[in-house]
């Protein structure tokens, strides 16, 4: 019987599992989506992931608040050590510092409850364009391929983990001034596993992309602009509802302030049933690139 072909979702489904080497200790391999630099979902996924294996399997991950603190290198390993700081009759708290070549890279802190009953209610559900109506990311860059410079070419057209298409996608090789705001649809590439904590982990990683290029939006700027310097600073996410991945979700993303070479995000999540599932915030470096200066 012929083995299946490894994909790049299945390649990060294994990631996120992670490899065991002590108590408490665990090691994930990286993958190179073109930067060099670790991708900062990525590190996110991972560190809940680490979080996730000294936790029962009973409680879910409700919030995470994380720091990066430094460049990650996608061509070494990452080591996730989880501190267990309480384990209660309803929630379990734990503490995760990622770590290379000797030094912290992003600290973690996430929260998991029991499944438990209680009042509900939600923000009203945005108007979008169903994602059937609309072209995919990679679709849309191979077909202006000749306008996207040589040397980003090869990660704007790689294979993506999650199918992603944007409502309103703008041009950032020209881009314009725009509102801080857009709305995403995302799919994982392929049919996931029943594991719902599984979801949750490809979730977090899934939320860094399009986040912080919001707030460049009212500035005529793109991640494109080789004058731009962008890196994230904090990322925090609470997850509300259920949901699977690889059903569409709809991204409402929005910037409510930038000022201080620093921008603000935020993003809901919303399944196609127009349930809010989870909401994500982050703060980011958006500063004019300065050659002289160091990183962040």
């Not at 990060?12 to 930067?35: K, M, P, T």
């Not at 509102?179 to 594991?195: C, K, M, S």
């Amino acid at each position: 019987m012929p083995v299946p072909t490894p994909t790049v979702l299945t390649d990060l489904v294994a990631l996120l599992r992670l490899e065991r080497i002590e108590e408490n200790l665990f090691r994930g391999q990286s993958q190179d989506l073109g930067w060099g630099a670790i991708f900062g979902g990525q590190v996110v996924g991972q560190a809940l992931s680490a979080a996730s294996h000294t936790v029962p399997a009973d409680r879910m991950v409700h919030s995470l608040h994380g720091y990066f603190l430094r460049v990650g290198d996608a061509t070494r390993p990452v080591v996730y050590q989880v501190d267990c700081s309480r384990d209660g009759r309803s929630f379990t708290t734990r503490r995760v510092v990622a770590i290379q070549s000797g030094r912290p890279i992003f600290h973690m802190a996430a929260s998991f409850q029991i499944d438990e009953p209680g009042y509900d209610h939600q923000a009203p559900t945005p108007r979008a364009p169903d994602p059937e109506t609309l072209i995919s990311e990679r679709d849309l860059a191979l077909a202006h391929v000749d306008r996207i410079p040589a040397h980003l070419q090869a990660m704007a057209l790689r294979e993506r983990p999650i199918e992603v298409r944007q409502v309103d996608p703008g041009d950032p090789l020209s881009p314009q001034i725009r509102p801080p705001g857009r709305q995403v649809w995302y799919r994982a590439a392929e049919r996931l596993p029943d594991d719902p904590a599984l979801h949750r982990f490809l979730l977090a990683y899934a939320s860094d992309f399009h986040f912080l290029g919001t707030a460049l939006q009212p500035h005529g700027v793109s991640w494109f602009s080789g004058d731009v310097q962008m890196a994230s600073l904090d990322h925090a996410m609470w997850f509300h509802r259920p949901f699977r991945l690889d059903d569409w979700l709809l991204y409402e993303i929005d910037s409510p302030s930038a000022s201080g070479a620093r921008g603000l995000v935020r993003g809901s999540f919303y399944d196609r049933g127009g349930a809010l599932v989870a909401s994500v915030a982050q703060e980011g470096l958006i500063r004019q690139r300065d050659h002289g200066r160091g990183g962040a």
